[in-house]
């Protein structure tokens, strides 16, 4: 018996008779998945006969007394472009492919343009018509279920669309539609910071009395200023041309403030540099590049605002527009506002002026001086998208029943600190949405968290690892799920990664099962040493020398769990691990740290293995 898919349009009462109504998703561009039957809903007059027509088929049906309507279509295969007509309202452009739900955090969104020096190329050549994508905005519901999502459009991806698609699904995408050659449809429900319990229903979230009775996320404190902005109110302002320095010190870009000098300070720091530039050089397109900075930044060249930032995370790239730059003297200025933790410039990224034909470093020495200083004045407010259930609210029931080919998964950076329930909130969210959507198989495939972190040089606990190593054991519990390893992906400095495409690929290529990195299967004590079995999946395995010569990053802990460093090696296509400090180990873990940066067992895949935690029974 087949089973039908719905496409719910929100309930709204119509005025005028002969109008119908659709969902946001069905509209220009839309994809529907193949080869299953679909069933279209809408709203239009109480009575009100509906007539749609594609692909040489006519459905007909007749709304009720309250005005709702549905049709039922059959399977189609894929194809298009078609156009469906349903009574006055005609949709061109119509696809049918393989549509993925992609959601979770900001790394799911994390647009193109974020990423567009690191992929120039890439964008350049993604023109794909047939591959579609539809973002929905941000919206959340602490108690109801919504019925319909905000206004948005399906968007065909060529060299301007892409640089607003999520680089993860354009690049899964990308690797799906050259293997396949079938269209691709991507719904990104993705937003930033939000924690996993507000992915779920509430039927859902009931097992979970915790999160259940939890409607609301605290906010970061909110400050209040206690001194206006000299740099500002004074009779000439610090970033005009003709302002005389007086009283800045020294300071040098990278670094944080903290750690140069202003201990605790929360307000508005100001930076000033001069440089030299000829005439030759100021002919030439300018971009400043400012790494990232932390909390918010304006930046002016020659008294002239060129850009600003109002949060931590995105990369500072701006365009110096021709005639700002001049021969001779050229002035720098940087406003920087930071509200809690280190204010200032983040380390090991880009720092320069880049003309057409060189790069000057803006790294090293810089002035100072602070602006404003703020009082702390802790305040405790919602952030009503991250109550539990309220984006499954806000931005999945809309969808629901709408069929899919699967879903895509990178979440967890905002539930590290209660690693500990991962596993079965994952567990759970895969479940939940399967039943959902009704189609109890759909793959589900999500991304391991990748490194991000200061490095550590003796064995740690890590909430990272802890929760990576629940995210590792959900695979085995959740059928038709796969887990993307993507720790040597990460950033230390930086939790949005940069390094999308092998992400989104690796992605595309867990839909069709190719081989990964090693799996841990069994271990077994011998004597004082473990020995650890992998899946033969991928090959032999392989010490990725790119890094060091000798495996890396294995510990081995006795009964009391105090885990040491081990020595480890490679025999007989196992790895044996042991440590003279550890007599009878009980314990071995591989990659456990927040960035265990320098973990190197691969195998002929060249892909990293991850992280895990192994008990070795009596």
């Known amino acids: 018996m087949h089973r039908f898919i719905t496409i719910i349009l929100f309930s709204i009462t119509l005025n005028t008779f002969g109008q119908i109504k659709l969902p946001a998703l069905v509209g220009d561009n839309m994809v529907l998945q193949r080869d299953k039957p679909t069933t279209i809903l809408g709203w239009a007059s109480p009575g009100e006969k509906i007539r749609i027509e594609t692909r040489n088929k006519v459905i007909k049906t007749q709304s009720d007394k309250t005005g709702k309507w549905t049709a039922q279509m059959p399977a189609f295969s894929a194809g298009g472009p078609f156009d469906m007509r349903i009574n006055d309202v005609l949709i061109h452009n119509v696809l049918w492919g393989d549509v993925w739900l992609c959601a979770g955090q900001s790394n799911m969104v994390l647009p193109m343009e974020r990423v567009k020096e690191l992929y120039a190329e890439e964008i350049k050549k993604a023109q794909y018509p047939q591959i579609r ?5 941000t919206v959340s519901s602490k108690i109801q279920e919504k019925t319909d999502l905000p206004k948005s459009i399906w968007q065909e991806t060529n060299p301007q669309s892409v640089l607003s698609m999520g680089a993860v699904t354009y690049f899964f995408a990308q690797k799906q539609f050259e293997k396949n050659h079938i269209p691709i449809g991507i719904i990104n429900a993705s937003v930033g910071g939000s924690p996993i319990e507000s992915w779920l229903s509430l039927d859902q979230l009931k097992q979970f009395p915790a999160y259940a009775q939890d409607t609301t996320r605290v906010q970061a404190a909110a400050v209040t200023k206690s001194l206006p902005d000299k740099g500002l109110t004074e009779s000439v302002k610090w970033f005009e041309t003709n302002y005389q320095p007086q009283g800045w010190k020294n300071y040098f870009i990278p670094g944080f403030w903290e750690d140069q000098g202003l201990g605790n300070l929360n307000g508005v720091v100001w930076f000033r540099k001069e440089i030299e530039l000829t005439a ?4 030439q397109p300018a971009k400043i590049f400012m790494g990232r900075i932390v909390d918010a930044d ?13 949060y931590q995370y995105p990369p500072r790239r701006y365009e110096v527009k021709p005639g700002i730059l001049h021969p001779g003297k050229n002035i720098l200025v940087i406003r920087v506002s930071n509200q809690a933790g280190k204010g200032g410039f983040v380390p090991d990224k880009r720092y320069e002026l880049q003309l057409s034909n060189e790069s000057l470093s803006l790294m090293g020495p810089w002035q100072y001086k602070v602006g404003s200083v703020w009082n702390p004045n802790p305040v ?41 329930d991962y596993k079965d909130l994952l567990k759970a969210l895969a479940a939940n949405w399967r039943a959902k959507f009704q189609q109890p198989e759909l ?109 890396q990053y294995f510990t081995i802990a006795g009964k009391d769990r105090k885990f040491v460093w081990a020595k480890a090696y490679i025999e007989n296509n196992k790895v044996i691990v042991s440590s003279d400090e550890i007599s009878e180990p ?16 691969t195998n002929e895949t060249a892909l990293p293995t991850g992280p895990f935690e192994i008990e070795i029974k009596p």
């Open 133 to 137: 994508n539809f973002f929905i905005p």
């Open 443 to 551: 793959p589900f495939i999500y991304a391991q968290l990748p490194g991000f972190g200061d490095r550590q040089f003796l064995p740690v606990e890590s909430n990272w690892a802890q929760l990576r190593e629940a995210q590792r054991k959900a695979e085995a519990e959740i059928p038709k799920s796969k887990m993307v390893v993507a720790l040597d992906l990460g950033e230390w400095n930086d939790i949005h990664p940069l390094r999308k495409k092998p992400l989104g690929e690796r992605f595309a290529d867990a839909v069709t099962q190719e081989p990964a990195g090693p799996q841990i299967a069994k271990a077994k004590r011998k004597e004082n040493k473990i020995e650890l079995e992998f899946k033969p999946e991928g090959g032999p395995l392989k010490i990725d020398k790119s890094a060091e010569n000798e495996l």
């Open 380 to 420: 405790v407010s919602t952030a009503q998208m991250y109550s539990p259930t309220a984006l499954y609210n806000g931005m999945i029931a809309p969808l629901v029943p709408y069929s899919l080919r699967g879903i895509l998964w990178y979440q967890g950076e905002s539930n590290t600190s209660k690693a500990q």
């Open 586 to 601: 009980y314990f071995v873990r591989y990659a456990w740290a927040d960035n265990p940066e320098g973990a190197n067992l």
């Open 280 to 283: 030759e050089q100021v002919n």
């Open 298 to 310: 304006e930046m002016y060249v020659n008294g002239t605002r060129i850009g600003n930032i109002t």
